[in-house]
């Protein structure tokens, strides 16, 4: 059960959307802007997509890159059962978004490139820009997607226009900016678990040039999971999975003649239960549950608590030279405070290695672990860029950047108390901790262009050169009695310059029919690991550089009735970046990957057949490959079934294995249709898919660590009215499948699940 102050501060929270909601349903129908990142859907077509992958405005057809735009009702619909970001896993080709660390760490991953590693340091190669902004730490990767135009995916290297560590991709996330028509929406749901699920904003003029625009959200969810500890003085909640996580913005624009200037701040507090780990849950030598599994009931005897704070600004600054072009200027500044701890052993009885691992009954252990953190990003960042005016079929593109990132964190590990083999109890003494203080800088030049050869030919290219620099300062601290690992400092630097490039070219076949080509490379500088516990010491990797070329058709078709696009890709990744999480060994260990490969196709699909029917569809196949014979990476403590070759010291050789959480088949879709009801009432029912295939989990093939297949349903029906007040209904993971999607190797097979089938209504007003 959630505490009593939080029941109150999420309940006047509640209230105060729900009055603004209120509000917004009486107010006279005023004609909403819309935004020109949405798909513009006039009457039976669809219209144009509007994308800033090029960090102009543009169609989505005439972008030589494989972007995916989400906005409007998709997305709110995806998004109606409380989830974090990760409601937009699987919903666009080759994305999947996963976490060990519950609603503040999204691990991401494009055309299968991400890193499954769990510190605050490190570096995931898809950027996550928000408003222009980048956020590097993966904590501040987790803030809130609400009153946003558009989420985009950019598949592939984009190492020229967003340089912070994009090797395979971006995620770009736009908020709804204040405009001069007042204009907002309220929108409350409440379902399964106590789960409420509430967004407001409003915004419009203040004074000549000047506007506004205030939004927030509330997501809050009772405890829905019962801690069925044996344990007698353990200090695990009886009730665990709530949580209470509020957001809000504040934007502020200025406009005069030809000068812009757009203010934003905007904060977080989240708190709740941290990732839960269910021990022993799965049948030895399958990756199926046991048949006691219960996804509402867990055995955990230590603490599981999570507290969030966040906030950050930042300032857009425009202005236009009258027939030359328009001078941008973006600062960011983000800063986070996080403290989380939880039972990643998932048990709460203890076989201490007297019982063969894979033996172990649900929810028993073979030793106990409680471990947590207390991370403090704090993040700056400045780009100026200069962005000519079309010069006879010429456009440009120049700037600067600069970015400097500085992170306190500790890790540590509680005392287990008893240890005997019939239970062991946390007391909650530390005897071992760990202390970083880091820092990581970034500077960079870049330029592009683009040309308009022949009506029908249009070049562009574009090169960036950075410098990267990282420092980490380490401190292995130990209580006075434990002997086994003694205090160490470590203290580290690495540093490296890069040029990267990329270069396209698109045809047009028709006025309805653009191909294209393109070949990019990209750039993630070199990284340093520095969990030091046990008998470890820190470690370094090179930079990581790629090379990718696709080739595209971009279609818009049928007097803008359907849209259809199809990608197909390849690239080499070489020295890799990523982490051998766990094992035996119980630590994580930074390598380096000779070489990548990877290929695969994608297709995106939209069409409206007949007036008031819409459809969307897309996939993607993608293949990855390590190619390192050599290379070989600690397994399993916990009695899974390798499947790798073993070399000497028992490690597994993972030359030829794909990449972890590299899934191969990625589907996704949806389908409206409404029957009018009256003068522009409407009745309407939805339907969406998001399907991902099985996927390892760690570097090495086990038959245990292996996900299964997931296919995600979700429904929705409602009634609207001309004055765009809604009601609806809904369900998400209408299967109810219960799959793994993540997973802890070191003490026994230990998993983490996705959410069960849950149901709610809504409503909504817009105006």
Known sequence: MLRLTDFRRSTGMLVGLSSLATALAASPAHAQTASPLAAAANGDTIGDIVVTASRREEFSRDVPIAVTALSGENLAAANSSGLDIRFLSARTPSLLIESSFGRTFPRFYIRGLGNTDFDPNVAQPVAIYYDDVVLENPFLKSFPVFDVSAVQVLRGPQGTLFGRNSPAGVVKIDSVKPSDTFNGYGTVSYGTFDTVNAEAAVGGPVANGLTFRLSGILQRRSDWVTNDSTSTNDRSPDKLEGYRDTAGRFQLGYESGDFKALFNIHGRDERGTARLFRAASLVPGTNRFKPDFDVKHVTLDADNDQRLKSWGTNLHLEYALDGIGTLYSVTGYERLKIFTTSDIDGGDRYAFFTTPPNALPTGVAEFPVETGNRTRPKEFSQELRFATEDMNGLRLQAGAYYFKQKLYYEEYDNQPGSTSPAGS????????????????????????????????????????????????????????????????????????????????????????????????????????EDRVTFDSSTSTAPSEKALSGE???????????????????????????????????????????????????????????????????????NHTEIKDPGLDVGVCGGGCTVLDPLAANGNALINGNPLPQAQKWIATGSVRYGVPIGEDNEVFAMGDLAFRSSANIFLYDSIEFRTRPFTELGARVGFRTASQFEIAGFVRNVLDQIRVTSAVDFNNITTMVNEPRTFGISISKRF
């Open 551 to 621: 080739i595209g058709i971009k279609t818009s078709l049928f007097d803008k009735k359907a849209r259809f696009d199809l990608t197909g890709y390849w690239y080499r990744v070489k020295d890799f970046q990523q982490t051998s999480v766990g094992g035996g060994a119980n630590t994580a260990n930074l390598i380096s990957i000779d070489k990548v490969e990877g290929y695969g196709v994608e297709v995106d699909f939209e069409a409206r057949p007949i007036e008031r029917l819409q459809i969307t569809a897309g996939g993607s196949y």
């Open 425 to 528: 109890i946390a007391d909650g003494t530390v005897y071992g901790l760990v202390t970083h203080d880091n820092t990581n800088e970034n500077y960079g030049v870049f330029g592009s262009a683009e040309y308009q050869a022949t009506e029908a030919l249009s070049l562009r290219a574009g090169v960036r050169y950075s410098h990267d620099k990282k420092h980490d300062f380490t401190n292995r601290v130990t209580n006075p009695s434990e002997n086994v690992f003694p205090p160490m400092t470590f203290d580290v630097r690495v540093s490296d310059s890069n040029v990267s490039f990329d270069a396209s070219a698109t045809y047009k076949l028709s006025e309805e029919v653009n191909v294209y080509a393109r070949v990019a490379t990209g750039y993630q500088g070199p990284a340093i």
